[in-house]
């Protein structure tokens, strides 16, 4: 493998980043088009959005194995240039089946891209003298506040569905271009294995992730409910929320990789953990509207770099191959996202949307009581697990 502490190998794993928060950004203004155009209710609209969500899944576990095999480049060249084919496919396509069709590949290709870019940054990042996976991830957020603007722009000056993506694609493929030749090489590995299960401190890491992207995906769908049902904010205003968290987020991982190189990641999976969980307390116990809305700051910042803490650990574990590791924390984070608005629904019909919401602090207090096992020196059991996985594919 060609060094990976280079300016070149870091900007095309930004590239890779920024394009994947891009192109699910630019899907978000396409919805009410695609839901106007097909004619199709709420139900019907829900079950096409899985299919983007199946189509990552299913995409992601292919991913970390071919990663093993033939490296992260290939793969994110191609699902970078399916994204921006795909795309313009969202804005025509004419029945609910051909939209499903069409989500799902849109889906696999976003799913593809985002295990092979957290692959590719953890090798990049390996090779550095710094921390940098939080500023990776924080590209990931402003291509999604871009890609949004963009498409938001583009069909405020009636540009039409068509017109936005296809504009939205040559982005894409122009970013895509660049990153090419700049994202590392590596060499097959013909005796890798495919498939690991995973299995002790790599199922920690992805049940913490999980639990990350749970709070996250429940921020984004429930906090304006939460606002407007306490009486802090008006509907109107019920975005506010999100807006913070996001933004408090995005700072916090812009920042991220300078704090992590001061106090090491122990004390930023630690003190991040505690600092969310007082948002989380801040927000439901505050009668007063302004210091209730800090605390989807504090969520923000202090949730922000337990993710790439996590897929630091696990490119540096040794129980099973980095690349398997990545796409089982990448795939059940997903699944995180995926199940966390509607397990917030179901607990919210038992113990109200507050109560719903202190179930997700309780949650969230898990990631700084693990900061010590995630972070501690784990080498030479990793070493005897790994000997042991050795064997079994022997």
């Known amino acids: 493998m060609q060094s990976t502490d280079r300016p070149e190998t870091r900007l095309a794993t930004r590239l890779a980043f920024l394009v994947g928060g891009f192109a699910l950004a630019c899907w978000a203004p396409l919805v009410p088009f695609a839901k106007a155009r097909l004619g199709v209710d709420d139900g019907v609209l829900g079950m096409l959005l899985l299919c983007l969500g199946l189509g990552s899944v299913a995409a992601m576990l292919a991913t970390g194995m071919l990663s093993a095999r033939y490296g992260s480049k290939p793969i994110i060249i191609a699902s970078g240039l399916g994204l921006a084919l795909t795309l313009p496919t969202l804005a025509v396509a004419g029945t609910p089946f051909t939209l499903g069709i069409a989500l799902a590949a849109f889906g696999a290709c976003l799913g593809s891209l985002d295990v092979a870019m957290n692959i590719h940054a953890v090798e990049v990042e390996k090779g550095a003298d710094r921390p940098l996976m939080s500023g990776f991830h924080a590209l990931f957020s402003i291509g999604g506040f871009i890609g949004s603007l963009l498409v938001t722009l583009l069909l405020s000056i009636k540009a039409g569905p068509l017109a936005a993506t296809l504009l939205?694609?040559?982005?894409?493929?122009?970013?895509?271009?660049?990153?090419?030749?700049?994202?590392?090489?590596?060499?097959?590995?013909?005796?890798?294995?495919?498939?690991?299960?995973?299995?002790?401190?790599?199922?920690?890491?992805?049940?913490?992730?999980?639990?990350?992207?749970?709070?996250?995906?429940?921020?984004?769908?429930?906090?304006?409910?939460?606002?407007?049902?306490?009486?802090?904010?008006?509907?109107?205003?019920?975005?506010?929320?999100?807006?913070?968290?996001?933004?408090?987020?995005?700072?916090?991982?812009?920042?991220?990789?300078?704090?992590?190189?001061?106090?090491?990641?122990?004390?930023?999976?630690?003190?991040?953990?505690?600092?969310?969980?007082?948002?989380?307390?801040?927000?439901?116990?505050?009668?007063?509207?302004?210091?209730?809305?800090?605390?989807?700051?504090?969520?923000?910042?202090?949730?922000?770099?337990?993710?790439?803490?996590?897929?630091?650990?696990?490119?540096?574990?040794?129980?099973?191959p980095a690349g398997l590791a990545v796409a089982a924390i990448t795939m059940t984070g997903y699944a995180g996202v995926l199940v966390g608005p509607a397990g917030v629904g179901f607990a919210a019909d038992h113990l109200g949307l507050p109560g719903a919401f202190w179930m997700l602090a309780l949650l969230l207090c898990v990631a700084p009581l693990c900061a010590g096992i995630v972070t501690r020196n784990q080498e030479q059991g990793e070493a005897d697990a790994h000997r042991s996985y050795r064997s079994m594919d022997a």
């Open 168 to 320: 939205s694609s040559a982005v894409m493929v122009v970013a895509m271009i660049v990153a090419w030749p700049r994202l590392l090489r590596t060499v097959p590995a013909e005796d890798a294995p495919l498939f690991v299960m995973p299995r002790g401190f790599v199922l920690l890491l992805a049940a913490l992730a999980a639990i990350t992207f749970l709070v996250e995906g429940a921020i984004l769908d429930w906090s304006a409910l939460l606002l407007t049902t306490q009486s802090q904010v008006d509907t109107s205003h019920g975005g506010l929320g999100y807006m913070l968290f996001a933004i408090a987020m995005t700072a916090g991982r812009l920042s991220g990789d300078a704090i992590t190189a001061r106090i090491g990641d122990r004390a930023v999976m630690l003190w991040g953990g505690i600092v969310a969980v007082a948002g989380f307390v801040i927000l439901l116990l505050s009668p007063i509207t302004i210091l209730a809305m800090s605390g989807f700051l504090l969520i923000g910042l202090g949730a922000a770099n337990i993710v790439p803490v996590l897929f630091r650990k696990g490119g540096a574990q040794k129980v099973m």
